[in-house]
């Protein structure tokens, strides 16, 4: 048994695990310090992966070469594409998966990965020395020492699940609480506040009216979150149903309100506002007669459903008799009730964008305990957070290397700057409108943007590597074929009238044909032979996601060439670094609300200053000027 580490990880959720993997990837001994075992990468809340600009955040992660979109592919038990009606910037992966396996999949692959060990054990207390940290002591009173430690601790630090009137301390149904570390935290200096996140009720299918029920299928072509495999997906695919509340229902939670920890003053804390509790949608949108909700199965073979949309804090009968006036609902059996959860969070302002804390060298956070909600968010900052923490142990003598991504680089990228920049006064969540750049940051060219990076990091595997380059020969090589092949308009005209497109009068290159909205490779492919032979080279295996790939690239590339110039733009103040260079409290001529923010955040750039809130362009251009620009 050893005692000292390079990593030591707090916490095996979607953060913990992630950041575990990637120091124990890079070559860093890692310790992974969690309360259950058999809890590892646990979906607290939702049995699925990805979703409106979360899964781009897979599809980066898995670019990078961290592990959430291999284990989803392997435990998905339905998988489909949202935003197909909107631009290819909008498309978003996301997968139903089967909790158990899941979970259990996370378990056996950090168990087998080389540098990686396991000690299950509640952390109690950080060990410091001069300002760094230095390891952690647990509740079995054993001290691991470390060069630095990320604290992934989700909504175990002092966690109070609320049923009604009910109060029970866990960070989970079932699950003990942390205690002490918090309060360790704010003796250091950390500013801290509470978040509150709630879970809907877990139903036995065996109960319910499926007949009643609007059936949701899955889809069934190439896509998957992993660059990796294109095989099937092993498990057996499974429906989720659609249904809806009705003024009956509503009803019976009008009267609860009064017992709803949420609005009698019994919960204090911040909750969000893009998934709100069920009582929250009733008092909101008092017009509403119905809100759709979700039922989704918990795995391949399990009864259990989980029912989107529906999460409550409500007492136990309130909640059953607000479900049973839906016809499909009439007769269900439960097999436990929803919940809300208080948790304590720190300001991430008080972070680098490595992740690492201003306070104390060596310490890093990730996930909720930075004020974010979501597994995809939570598992992107703990590969990064578990990146910097293995550079931060083999540091260079006085040389500190760091990987950070940019905003026009990654939705991770956007996600911690957002965090370090601005901070939140609610859960945070990622939305493809929170980047500016969404027509770069796509889920189907994750790995042209991130794999090279993580292959020099060291991260990436060559295998990995093999697939990105050999996928960059093949997309230039049809681009090539594309805009230098002339077509004539008796080879297209009889198909296009079919297709519902103009004739064309006179000759042309292909790539002036592709950017018609009704036109693809696939329906250009049937029309002219040569396209046909070239698409004939691409392997069969990665057809699909390479065509798909060409495609945007071609249709969209004023979108994508007008970003890319706008991005350049803005990076040139990315390189104009101001951390530490001015007292901000001696320049008058900053607003006084500019003063106190920039003290508090001191960026790194004139750009990620340009992003506080509260900063004017005044402001900004003031800082330019004392600085000889």
């Given at each position: ?17 992630e ?7 890079l ?9 259950d ?20 955040i ?80 647990t ?23 609320h ?75 499974r ?112 972070l ?5 804390t ?83 940051l796509?889920?189907?060219?994750a ?25 960059r ?23 296009f ?79 104009i ?26 960026p ?20 330019l ?5």
């Open positions: 048994m050893k005692f000292s580490y390079d990593v030591i990880v707090v916490g095996a959720g979607h953060a913990g695990c950041a575990a993997a990637a120091a124990a990837g070559g860093s001994q890692t310790l992974l310090i969690t309360l075992m058999d809890k590892i990468a646990q979906m607290s809340c939702n049995p699925a992966v990805g979703g409106i600009a979360k899964g781009q897979v599809r980066e992660i898995d670019a990078l070469g961290g592990y959430m979109g291999i284990v989803t592919d392997r435990t998905a038990i339905q998988f489909r594409i949202l935003n197909r009606s909107k631009g290819p910037a909008m498309w978003s992966p996301r997968a139903q998966s089967d909790r158990a396996k899941y979970s259990a999949t996370w378990r056996h692959l950090l168990e087998n990965l080389p540098n990686l060990f396991i000690w299950q054990d509640m952390v109690i207390e950080l060990l410091t020395d001069s300002g760094a940290v230095c390891g952690v002591r509740a079995m009173n054993v001290e691991f020492r470390a060069k630095s430690v990320v604290l992934t601790n989700g909504t175990f630090l002092n966690g109070l699940l049923i009604g009137s009910v109060q029970l301390r866990g960070g989970r149904i079932a699950e003990p609480a942390v205690s002490g570390l918090t309060e360790q935290l704010i003796s250091l200096g950390f500013r801290m506040d509470r978040m509150k996140t709630g879970t809907p009720v877990r139903i036995d299918g065996r109960s319910i009216r499926f007949e009643e029920l609007t059936e949701q299928s899955g889809e069934n072509d190439f896509r998957k979150f992993s660059y990796l495999d294109t095989s099937r997906r092993p498990l057996t695919q429906s989720c149903w659609i249904l809806y509340t009705n003024e009956a229902c509503h009803g019976v939670l009008r009267e609860g309100l009064p017992e709803s920890p949420l609005y009698n003053g019994q919960i204090q804390s911040i909750g969000p506002r893009y998934c709100p509790s069920i009582e929250t949608k009733i008092a909101t949108f008092i017009d509403k007669t119905r809100h759709q909700l979700f039922l989704e199965p918990e795995g391949e073979d399990t009864q259990t459903y989980y029912l989107n949309g529906f999460s409550s804090s409500l007492p136990l009968s309130i909640q059953l008799r607000a479900l049973q006036k839906i016809p499909a609902l009439s007769n269900i059996q439960i097999y436990r009730p929803g919940y809300a959860i208080e948790y304590d969070f720190f300001d991430p302002t008080q680098f964008h490595t992740l690492e201003k306070l104390v060298r060596h310490l890093f956070f990730a996930g909720q305990i930075n004020g974010t909600t979501g597994y995809e968010e939570a598992a992107g900052q703990g590969l990064i957070a578990g990146i910097n923490a293995h550079l931060c142990c083999h540091a260079d003598g006085v040389e500190k290397h760091s990987f950070v991504l940019r905003r026009d680089e990654a939705y991770i990228g956007v996600l911690i700057d957002d965090l370090v920049t601005k901070g939140v006064d609610e859960p945070y969540r990622m939305f493809t409108a929170r980047a500016e750049y969404r027509m770069l796509r889920q189907d060219n790995d042209m943007r991130l794999t090279e990076k993580s292959y020099q990091l060291g991260l990436a595997n060559m295998y990995r590597y093999g697939l990105l380059r050999e996928k020969e093949i997309r230039n090589m049809l681009i090539d074929f594309i805009e230098s092949y002339s077509v004539k308009p008796s080879q297209v005209n009889d198909a009238i079919r297709l519902g497109t103009a004739p064309i009068a006179h000759g042309c290159k292909l790539i002036d044909l592709l950017v018609r909205p009704q036109i693809t490779l696939q329906n250009l492919s049937g029309i002219l032979p040569a396209l046909s032979v070239e698409i004939d080279k691409v392997p069969f295996s990665r057809r699909d996601e390479i065509l798909e790939t060409v495609e945007i690239e071609i249709k969209y590339s004023g979108y994508i060439r007008r970003e890319r110039q706008i991005a350049d733009k803005i990076n040139r103040l990315e390189n670094s101001i951390r530490n260079k001015f007292n901000y409290n001696t320049i008058q001529s900053l607003s006084t609300e500019a003063r106190q923010k920039l003290n508090r955040i001191n790194e750039t004139i750009a990620q200053a340009s992003r506080i809130p509260g900063l004017s362009p005044n402001d900004i251009n003031i800082l000027i004392l600085l000889g620009r």
